[in-house]
T-cell receptor, first 115, second 112 residues
């Protein structure tokens, strides 16, 4: 069975400092992995996705994530946080890269950014 | 940029009533989905829909729920005889042929 664990429920950083949001997955297949972001009163926005191509994936707004099979991790990073990055972030796994497959969500990490 | 839209943004209903949540997926997408998020819990998959039929559903998606694509643009989720525990944020999503689903802003359903 597939599952996702987000290791921190809340991360606080100062503006201009690096961001690290941690995610570990469990999958018996070669999974597809995603990061979604949810700003207050907004929908879930796709930040980036890994589908068995390059292990370092670049997404929108300067975010990137590295797929490490040996560590079963897919951590999200950004070199320099911006106030507008404050939001809820979800690590998501899918057992395949085919459309129509259910996504399995982590519990989410709330990112706070202070000035 | 095309977006998934959902109406209403907030629906309040009494226990036992039927509700219909509406979604307009991105126009050239072929796969459609419903998820829900009960307050304080994970986002959970309900159902996926392709070529006018359900392609996958979760244990949550029992006979109380149904989905329909009544025309070329709308995708609806009907919940019959609502219960208090159906209160949640319901998200619609759509995808093209590849991986990556695009979500709408959600409908907050409150059952009183």
């Amino acid at each position: 069975a597939q599952s996702v664990t987000q290791l921190d429920s809340h991360v606080s950083v100062s503006e201009g400092t690096p961001v690290l949001l941690r995610c570990n997955y469990s999958s018996s297949y070669s999974p597809s992995l995603f990061w979604y972001v949810q700003h207050p009163n907004k929908g879930l926005q796709l930040l980036l996705k890994y589908t068995s191509a390059a292990t370092l994936v670049k997404g929108i707004n300067g975010f990137e994530a590295e797929f490490k099979k040996s560590e079963t991790s897919f951590h999200l990073t950004k070199p320099s946080a911006h106030m507008s990055d404050a939001a809820e972030y979800f690590c998501v796994v899918s057992p395949s890269n085919q459309a129509g497959t259910a996504l399995i969500f982590g519990k989410g990490t709330t990112l706070s950014v202070s000035s | 940029e095309p977006e998934v839209t959902q109406t209403p943004s907030h629906q309040v209903t009494q226990m036992g009533q039927e509700v219909i949540l509406r979604c307009v997926p991105i126009s050239n997408h072929l796969y459609f989905y419903w998820y829900r998020q009960i307050l304080g819990q994970k986002v959970e998959f309900l159902v996926s829909f392709y070529n006018n039929e359900i392609s996958e559903k979760s244990e949550i998606f029992d006979d109380q729920f149904s989905v329909e694509r009544p025309d070329g643009s709308n995708f609806t989720l009907k919940i019959r005889s609502t219960k208090l525990e159906d209160s949640a944020m319901y998200f619609c999503a759509s995808s093209p042929t590849g991986a990556g689903q695009y979500f709408g802003p959600g409908t907050r359903l409150t059952v009183t």
